[in-house]
């Protein structure tokens, strides 16, 4: 499809395939745009696990064979990578009961086995998956959090977990069981600590759809990093390749072009990275704020830009180069901000 798209434009380059822009269109919304990704990853994963019920299943059969399916399907096609509402959408595409009110930050299971109750919170990278592999066993359980729970960042929740009502769960804690509503625990694996603090304001601010719009926005645009990138390196990449080549001289040049265009493309991205999180991290101050906020919106996005810096310029923070590019973003100079968004600052 990126081909057919090249081949439309550079006209010259006739070794290029060529496509109907309306096909071209229709590729890129299926495989790039956050519904897309979504109907192909919810969609087959409803196919592959039709029929999947809690229980215990043998490691390597055909259960783990197509819940694996269904996982690779997912980060293959993208899903993986939704952030904002479309993560809420998803977890109902795949079967998940998801009240009004929640805040979902974590991917939700492939299997659909997750119920988070109204006003619910679930921070960043919360296992949610809902299996467990012991030995040759595959168990596979459902996971629920009750109404207006807090689950911290980073912890993980076993199969069979279940948060009760108002309770909290500590970040990086790895609940096996029930937590009683009311009441804080963490640790690996979890116990109680005693009630649950409840530190953010008791009445909750209004979220409206502007703020709704604003995130799933917000997360398409950030699909478009990589596109903007590339194009960038393909200029490159055109001064090494004329028109009139043939496919062998062609290939040749592409040879040549191969570092340009790469270090172009790495720093373009760097760049686009580096401009938003300066851009964005201007008027942000400490305090509690709602996530349906334009602090809320800034803090979120900034986040969601420095994973994906960290992600795709694992160099810059595996190398000599890593403490002038977090200089650069910010880091330590106090341009940056000094927190990390959670759903906690939701009210």
């Not at 403490?323 to 880091?331: E, L, T």
Request: charged share 15%; glycine share 14%.
């Amino acid at each position: 499809m990126a081909l057919a798209a090249l081949g439309n434009v550079l006209s010259g380059y006739g070794w290029l395939p060529t496509a109907s822009w309306w096909l071209v269109a229709a590729g890129a919304l299926l495989f790039f745009s956050p519904p897309g990704r979504l109907a192909i990853a919810a969609g087959g994963a409803r196919l592959l696990l039709h029929g999947v019920k809690p229980g215990r299943y043998d490691r390597g059969g055909s259960v783990h064979l197509r819940l694996w399916a269904a996982e690779r399907l997912a980060e293959f096609s993208g899903a993986t990578s939704l952030t904002g509402s479309w993560l809420e959408r998803y977890a109902r595409a795949l079967g998940a009961k998801v009240g009004q009110d929640v805040d979902l930050h974590s991917l939700p299971p492939v299997t659909g086995m997750l119920k988070l109750g109204r006003g619910a919170a679930v921070e960043s990278e919360v296992d949610l998956s809902g299996y467990w592999l012991d030995g040759d066993r595959l168990e596979i359980g459902p996971v629920k959090v009750g109404a207006h729970a807090v689950v911290g960042t980073r912890s993980m929740l076993f199969p069979g977990a279940r948060v009760g009502k108002r309770a909290e769960v500590a970040p990086g804690s790895a609940v096996t069981g029930t937590v009683p509503t009311g009441q804080r625990w963490a640790g690996a694996p979890a116990v109680k600590l005693g009630k649950a603090k409840h530190n953010w304001p008791k009445q909750r601010p209004q979220r409206g759809t502007y703020w709704r719009v604003m995130y799933g926005v917000t997360g398409f645009a950030l699909t478009l990093l990589p596109v903007v990138s590339g194009a960038v390196s393909l200029l490159v990449a055109s001064a090494f390749i004329a028109p009139g080549d043939g496919l062998g001289k062609g290939l040749r040049g592409a040879a040549v072009a191969l570092v340009p265009a790469t270090l172009s493309f790495g720093l373009t991205y760097a760049l686009l990275i580096l401009v938003g999180v300066r851009l964005l991290s201007l008027g942000l101050r400490e305090g509690t704020h709602p996530t349906h906020s334009r602090i809320g919106w800034q803090a979120w996005t900034v986040t969601q830009l420095m994973d994906l810096s960290r992600e795709t310029l694992f160099p810059l923070y595996a190398g000599l180069a890593t403490p002038g590019g977090c200089g650069c973003s910010g880091c330590g100079s106090g341009a940056a901000p000094r927190c990390r968004p959670c759903s906690r600052c939701r009210a």
